[in-house]
């Protein structure tokens, strides 16, 4: 399993990756690894208002569909549309696999996510 060091995560098992105002979020190794091989994603309009820990995308695999929350809240200013049309990317590179990047409106929310060492004790 692989956790990058750099990322924030949330128990929910998403990643975080802040670039100034703006965060980009999907799902860890840790989760397609578990929802095995991801065959359709569904992802929000750019422009939506999301809160934190709201359902924003769903991903299905083979074994299940699966909910995605938000681990920030924000307004979706992008969307990965390369992974509408090719939604395996999410199990062969979870981490460049971004869903969405959304524009923050509290920025202190990224305080409760995990750093990576938290984050890797609770998938043991």
Same mark, same amino acid.
């Given at each position: 399993m692989? /956790?990058?060091?750099?990322?924030k995560y949330?128990?929910?098992h ?12 999907? /799902?860890t ?7 095995g ?7 929000p309009?750019v422009?939506?208002e999301?809160k934190i820990?709201e359902?924003?995308?769903?991903i299905?695999?083979v074994?299940?569909?699966a909910?995605?929350?938000?681990p /920030?809240s924000?307004?979706v200013?992008e969307v ?6 090719n939604?395996?990317? /999410?199990n ?7 869903f ?5 409106t509290?920025?202190?929310?990224l ?7 938290d ?6």
């Open positions: 692989k /956790i990058l060091n750099e990322l949330s128990k929910s998403e990643w975080v990756k802040v670039e100034g105002k703006k965060a980009y979020f999907g /799902i190794d840790y989760a397609q690894d578990h929802l091989e991801v065959v359709f994603a569904d992802f309009e422009g939506r999301i820990e359902s924003v995308a769903v299905e695999s074994k299940a569909v909910d995605i929350y938000s /920030i924000g307004t200013v990965n549309e390369a992974l509408l049309d939604p395996a990317e /999410i062969s590179d979870p981490y460049n696999s971004w969405i990047a959304v524009e923050m509290n920025e202190s929310e305080d409760a996510l995990l750093s990576s060492s984050y890797e004790k609770i998938c043991e």
